[in-house]
T-cell receptor, first 112, second 118 residues
């Protein structure tokens, strides 16, 4: 079935540095969602992107959906220790509007 | 309002025993999902319920795993004859059913049940 490759698997940064995680698919995606999971916590929805080339911002977070709708990125500007966690992308799969397939996630650690 | 709740939060069992994990979705959410997350790993889809439709069981790893959803609300995931490789966090999520292009089906996750099989 459809899958996405999420890179990098791990990223360690100094507080204040920027961070980017990428989600790549070999097939066109109808939409993409991003979730954040804090250590010991459960995934929490961040955003959904639907349109080709869409860019959305949430404070220091910038989300992009590629023109071909095959890739997406999450960029964090000036990381803070509160950004620590695993970031997952997810997409609707199997022709369903409701079933999501998750990427394997990028674990971000931030050195204060 | 109340979020998704799961019980128990932790379950330790012996190999070969059966376990039942419970999920209470957000009221009014017609879609319910079960995932498994092993330590440091991503989310592995197990099963999906949508309203009165037949569930999508395509992610269940073996016939030892089953799930049901009674009355379109509470769901129970049952693992029979547990094995050590079943040890993981089992996460439940629910979402609204929304139709139309660009509709959101944001999933709301519960806190999970950490299952340890000795």
């Amino acid at each position: 079935g459809q899958q996405v490759m999420q890179i990098p698997q791990y990223q360690h940064v100094q507080e204040g540095e920027d961070f980017t995680t990428y989600c790549n698919s070999s097939t066109t995606l109808s939409n993409i969602q991003w979730y954040k999971q804090r250590p010991g916590g459960h995934p929490v929805f961040l955003i959904q992107l639907v349109k080709s080339g869409e860019v959305k911002k949430q404070k220091r977070l910038t989300f992009q959906f590629g023109e071909a709708k095959k890739n997406s990125s999450l960029h964090i500007t000036a990381t803070q220790t509160t950004d620590v966690g695993t970031y997952f992308c997810a997409f609707n799969s199997g022709g369903s509007n409701y079933k999501l397939t998750f990427g394997k996630g990028t674990l971000l650690t931030v050195n204060p | 309002g109340a979020g998704v709740s799961q019980s128990p939060s932790n379950k330790v069992t012996e190999k070969g025993k059966d376990v039942e994990l419970r999920c209470d979705p957000i009221s009014g959410h017609t879609a319910l999902y079960w995932y498994r997350q092993s330590l440091g790993q991503g989310l592995e889809f197990l099963i999906y319920f949508q309203g009165n439709s037949a569930p999508d069981k395509s992610g269940l790893p073996s016939d030892r795993f089953s799930a049901e959803r009674t009355g379109g609300s509470v769901s129970t995931l049952t693992i029979q004859r547990t094995q050590q490789e079943d040890s993981a966090v089992y996460l439940c999520a629910s979402s609204l059913r929304l139709a139309g292009v660009g509709s959101y089906n944001e999933q709301f996750f519960g806190p999970g049940t950490r299952l340890t099989v000795l």
